[in-house]
């Protein structure tokens, strides 16, 4: 839990530091991301998706080249 909240801290603190874009999210999944932020303990839904891509976006940078990282694309059902 301690790990959590330190990962929680550090989202906030680079959401406030930088520049903010937006995206859409369909309604559906926007449900999803509510519940599953709120069970977790985010202070907000922006939060646990800014999270949640840093966490996967970093599993990639660990790749070497674009061939493995399409490996671990597909790995993941993000591409066919």
């Known amino acids: 839990m301690q790990g959590m909240k330190r990962a929680q801290e550090n989202a906030n603190r680079r ?19 509510k519940r599953y932020a709120k069970i977790a303990g ?15 976006i970093a599993r990639l ?7 493995e990282i399409r490996k671990k694309l597909q790995g993941l059902g993000y591409i066919s």
Do not use: V
């Not at 940078?61 to 061939?67: P, R, Y």
């Open 15 to 33: 959401g406030a530091e930088r520049p903010m874009a937006k995206i859409k999210i369909d309604k559906e999944l926007m449900k999803k991301i």
């Open 42 to 56: 985010y202070s907000s839904e922006e939060e646990f998706i800014i999270h949640t891509l840093e966490k996967q």
């Open 61 to 67: 940078e660990d790749t070497d080249s674009e061939e």
